[in-house]
């Protein structure tokens, strides 16, 4: 990393943007930002191989009406995906914390000061928050199941209330120490979102995992008062995405465990798959029989969730196993050139 990092308890929030569709969800998430009661000293979008859409970023935000200096726009210096954009953003930044935003989310206005209280204890590495469904048809899908709410970005039944130690951050709200970076390395690339396969994932877990075990004494928070509100369009309101979806992180979980180990991988995923979903599938049958909306349809999705993940588990590990399947981390500092690390 570079060696002007500013030890003044500032934060710098990435934003990773892809796509001129979402314009105006951009702008709003930027305006959340610059509108925090702790002000955040930059916010860093980083534009994922799109020159149309940076262009257009740099003629509003360094040319334009909206010209300031806390916002900068950047390329994604390393491949097409979510984890080489949020890589540009750590190698860029400038201050003591780095955020991470979704651009398609807006944060409330106490989202950094919560962020912030939390690192009073040097301890803390990370700290996430809870991120809420903003549905596209204004509520939730009778059938949708609130313990697989991950399935659409945002905080799911069975996480732990308040603020609490966590073994991994939701990336798309979330926030690191700089120099939890030059102990666990950037996100891996070969894991997550890349703009053009399955809906994947795991990248925070996966650099949580790694990240506790390059320092044992981290901790890392959920803090709930850390509010981001994340939209969610019509086709992920559909059981063909929340199928689609749950066989990838499936997928992306047998990645997480061949890099970290099965122990590390999947121990939260143990707790949460034999008490949590099963308390799912009960309440959902209790709903079914006293006539509320939705109840029988919510128990046969987190079935049928559980049933579709194991099976993307399972040909993950196949695929890794018989190398297939590849991914590359390293420090942030000459992060392309890092080895590809077979799975």
């Known amino acids: 990393m570079s060696g002007d990092v500013l030890t003044d308890r500032g934060f710098s929030v990435v934003i990773c943007v892809y796509t001129e569709d979402r314009w105006e969800d951009i702008l709003a998430a930027v305006g959340s930002v610059r509108d925090q009661s702790h002000p955040a000293r930059e916010i860093l979008l980083v534009v994922d191989h799109n020159e149309q859409l940076r262009a ?3 003629a509003r935000f360094t040319d334009g009406a909206d010209r300031t200096e806390e916002v900068r726009v950047l390329a994604n210096a390393g491949p097409r995906g979510l984890s080489s954009g949020r890589n540009t953003g750590i190698a860029a930044a400038r201050h003591e914390f780095v955020a991470f935003l979704d651009d398609d989310a807006v944060a409330e206005r106490d989202w950094l000061r919560y962020f912030a209280e939390a690192y009073d204890d040097p301890r803390v590495m990370a700290v996430g928050g809870r991120t809420e469904p903003a549905w596209a048809s204004g509520r939730r899908p009778d059938w949708f199941p609130e313990e697989f709410d991950w399935v659409v970005g945002c ?6 209330p308040g603020r609490a130690r966590v073994r991994n951050v939701l990336g798309g709200n979330a926030s690191f120490r700089r120099t939890a970076f030059d102990a ?7 894991i997550g979102r890349d703009g053009d396969r399955r809906p994947l994932g795991c990248e925070e877990t996966e650099l949580c995992i790694r990240l506790s075990q ?3 004494d981290a901790v890392l928070l959920i803090d709930d008062r850390s509010v981001i509100h994340h939209k969610v369009p019509s086709a992920r309101e559909r059981f063909g995405y929340f199928r689609t979806r749950t066989y990838a992180e499936g997928l992306s979980k047998a990645l997480v465990s061949r890099s970290v180990g099965a122990s590390a991988g999947l121990e939260a995923e143990r707790r949460y798959t034999t008490r949590v979903l099963p308390a799912g599938v009960v309440r959902g049958l209790r709903d079914a029989l006293l006539g509320r909306p939705g109840g029988a349809g919510r ?3 987190i079935v049928t969730g559980v049933t579709t993940a194991a099976v993307g588990y399972v040909g993950g590990a196949l695929r890794a196993r018989g190398g297939g399947a590849t991914f590359s981390s390293g420090p942030i ?5 890092a080895p590809e690390v077979a799975a």
Do not use: E, S
Request: aromatic content about 8%; hydrophobic content about 35%; proline content about 7%.
């Open 214 to 216: 390059a320092l044992p």
């Open 56 to 58: 257009r970023l740099t």
């Open 184 to 190: 666990a390395g950037g996100f891996a690339t070969g």
């Open 299 to 301: 128990a046969g999705a």
């Open 333 to 337: 500092q000459g992060l392309r050139d």
């Open 155 to 160: 905080t799911y039944r069975g996480l732990p």
